[in-house]
């Protein structure tokens, strides 16, 4: 049983005594803060939070956990001096206390017992190693994308999550945002007619082969950890370029890269869309006019392109039935086919992609174990999708997937780019 599932245990428990007349024996003055007033939730029902490589992306997924007045932040672990001190600094001066504790490796964070659970936005190098490692420790994740490196990690981490029933929240924010949910909800539900095709923009299609840059001196262990920033990806000297996202796609690289940057987004949503969160395209071509085609098992087809939207802003979406289409993207807006497909519904315009929906979700989700909206097995088949995606585009070739057995049909060059060897101690 979950620390945080006990404490709500303990919770009911002297709500039921009280209310039973029970005498329940406590102090004569007990403090605001710990009968949660001031907007401050009471012990019993804080998440006790630790970030994992807290940077750029980190450090505003923080900026959205922080608020909510049922976390408590205690902990970063960083390969990086100056973000373990910036964490350190934005934690404290918050809590107007020196109690946030910092580490060089996030195996200390992971051994604390007093965690439920876990930001994850390292690299994505590192998002599924060490997501397997929290979900070990018995820590639930909020987990930055694109979640995995490859179609065996995607597969792996589900059967994680799956195996120690750890609560997951994939990055992906926009399932949380009304207008996309409402797209999709037109998509699955049949309200555009029959479905016929699913449009995701992937930012970029580039994908190449792994590489060294020059060496350059590296910097003291405590400044930067190099071998811990590299973890499970394959050695290769100390350069800055790699150090501040200069990464590469293939062969023991640093990131998926090509569709899946945006993709993960994207595609994601278009998953979701064909009610696809347990499946994945079985047919990818290669990219032709500027686009990739995949096709489902059904014959909807999932059109990967740059150009030809509308402009509703970054990370659009378009689906497209029988009888209707809607599209829709970051700026907030939808536009539609018809206005009868809103049947006199009012959908919020939110944009700029805010994670605050999305990190509530996750947090009642821990709180009552329920699955959150971008759970790991959805996030497995939308990465599934955008991985055998770049793999056709890197052998410039159709390629035919089977998603039961999770393997490419009749291509052995194909399904060797279905996985890639982890750096010792970090094989999973």
Known sequence: ???????????????????????????????????????????????????????????????????????????????????????KKLVDGKYRNQDCKTYRDFRELLDRDDIDAVLIATGPNWHATASMYAARAGKDMYCEKPCTKNIAQSLTLAET???????????????????????????????????????AHPYGMRTHMSGWSTPETQPP??????????????????????????????????????????????VDLCQWAVGADHTAPVEYNPPENGQVVARYENGVELVIRNDGWIGLGSCPVRFEGETGWVEAGDSGKLVLSSPALLAGRKVAEIGGYPATFHVRDFLDCVKTRSQPKANAEAACYAHIACHAANNAIFLNRQLKYDVKKHEFIADEEANRLRSEALRAPWRI
């Open 221 to 266: 262990k405590e400044v930067v950890d190099w071998d811990m920033y590299l973890g499970p990806a394959a050695w290769r000297p100390f350069n800055k370029r790699h150090l501040d996202g200069f990464n590469f796609e293939k062969g023991g690289g640093l990131v998926g890269g090509g569709i899946l940057e945006w993709g993960s987004h994207c």
């Open 1 to 87: 049983m979950s620390r945080q599932v006990s404490r709500l245990h303990r919770r009911r428990f002297l709500k039921t005594a009280l209310s039973a007349g029970v005498a329940v024996m406590s102090p004569h003055l007990i403090p605001g803060a710990a009968l949660g007033k001031d907007a401050a939730a009471a012990p019993s029902e804080r998440i006790v939070l630790g970030g994992i490589g807290i940077g750029n992306r980190g450090s505003y997924d923080l900026g959205c956990f922080l608020p909510q007045p049922d976390v408590q932040f205690v902990a970063v672990a960083d390969v990086k001096a100056n973000r373990r001190v910036a964490v």
């Open 161 to 199: 999550m799956r195996r120690t029933g750890r609560v997951f929240q994939a990055g992906t924010q926009r399932r949380n945002l009304p207008h996309f949910a409402f797209a999709c909800e037109l998509a699955r539900t049949g309200k555009l007619g029959k479905l016929k095709a699913v449009h």
